[in-house]
């Protein structure tokens, strides 16, 4: 079919993947996002809705709920004609509802843990595991904060044995580097058997 | 050019469109299909500028280079479901060409990861 005119091939145009970056308020996500791309971040918003049917909704009515939600995101050029992005996505527990969206057609994610508090990405994990997305967590060791392993992290958030759980500072490119690489190693090693399959 | 070149790949539903900035038109066309990821770039051929609305018109201008969806909306300061409707505007007119994102994470393309793979390890 043509294309209404365009003279322009959209197969010779860069291919996107997107890496969404999860965890609680102040975690470190912007500040990961911004050390490995080649921008510096950019913002914008999302309007996400929910069709929201109740448990006890019996009367059949569908809802909608729609919340606007803030994102920030970069990008890093790869080789062969793809791009990819990494969105920080706002980690409030009230949103999480809302994800579906922003996880529909994401390579993966990493999961912020903020050693001051692990609990707040509890939410993000609970998430990506219900929705079968791969993730790895990325343990921002802050300063003054208590020392993790990455042995001690993985038993508090209770990930399974194959996830990728990558100590580090969000501020250095080397750990967002580190994280990522684990993060897509994870994905292609899940991917395998369905090859040979 | 293969014969899907050319088009979007389609998939979502209708947009709401609850902003002025588009004209309040609810048919349900213009960026249907469009991902904030979706990357555009403007057309090779001539444009005529006097035809296009001052929003399509700075959007196009941000397209000489390929660019996303997420990053013009970033850029004009709108937001995302407005900047996938006034591109889809752009792709229907012919003016810029659109390139759907890559496979979903169930059935990731062995070269696009290998090249994230290769470009993450070059960072
Ligand atoms: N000391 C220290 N501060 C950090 C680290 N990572 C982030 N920060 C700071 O923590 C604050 C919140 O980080 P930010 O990336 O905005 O968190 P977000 O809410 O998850 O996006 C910022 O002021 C960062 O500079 C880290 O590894 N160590
Ligand atoms: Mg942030």
Same mark, same amino acid.
């Given at each position: ?197 | ?35 904030? !990821?979706? =990357?555009? %770039? +403007?057309?090779?051929?001539?444009? @005529? ?7 399509? /018109? &700075? ?18 300061? !709108?937001? =995302?479901? %407005? +900047?996938?409707?006034?591109?889809? @505007? ?7 060409? /659109? &390139? ?24």
């Amino acid at each position: 079919m043509a294309s209404d005119g365009c003279d322009t091939d959209p197969g010779d145009l860069p291919v996107a993947v997107k890496i969404l970056v999860a965890g609680g308020f102040g975690a470190g996500k912007t500040t990961l996002v911004g050390s490995v791309s080649e921008i510096a971040p950019l913002s914008t918003e999302e309007v996400m809705t929910e069709a929201g049917m109740g448990v006890d909704d019996t009367d059949g009515v569908e809802q909608k709920t729609t919340t606007t939600v803030a994102l920030d995101f970069g990008r890093i050029t790869m080789s062969g004609s793809v791009v990819l992005y990494l969105f920080g996505t706002p980690g409030q527990g009230r949103f999480w509802f809302m994800w579906d969206e922003l996880a529909a057609g994401a390579l993966g994610a990493v999961v912020v843990a903020d050693t001051r508090r692990l609990e707040t990405c509890f939410p993000a994990v609970d998430f990506f595991e219900r929705r079968g997305v791969p993730f790895a967590v990325a343990v921002n060791q802050f300063d003054g904060a208590h020392r993790y392993t990455a042995e001690e992290v993985r038993e508090a958030v209770d990930v399974e044995a194959h996830v990728p759980v990558v100590l580090g500072d969000a501020r250095l490119r080397e750990s967002g580097k580190e994280v990522l690489l684990s993060l897509v190693e994870h994905v292609i090693r899940r991917r395998s058997p369905a090859l040979s399959g | 050019m293969t014969p899907a070149a050319g088009r979007l790949d389609g998939g979502a539903g209708p947009l709401v469109r609850p902003y002025t900035m588009t004209g309040g038109r609810t048919r349900p066309a213009s960026g249907t299909g469009l991902d904030m !990821i979706t =990357i555009v %770039v +403007a057309a090779r051929r001539r444009v @005529d500028w006097s035809r296009l609305q001052p929003e399509h /018109a &700075r959007i196009l201008r941000r397209c000489r280079t390929p660019v996303s969806v997420a990053e013009l909306s970033a850029q004009l300061d !709108i937001p =995302i479901t %407005v +900047a996938k409707v006034l591109v889809g @505007d752009l792709v229907a007119a012919g003016d810029v060409a /659109a &390139r759907a994102p890559a496979p979903a994470a169930d059935h990731p393309e062995a070269h696009v990861l290998q090249a994230v793979l290769d470009g993450i390890r070059r960072l």
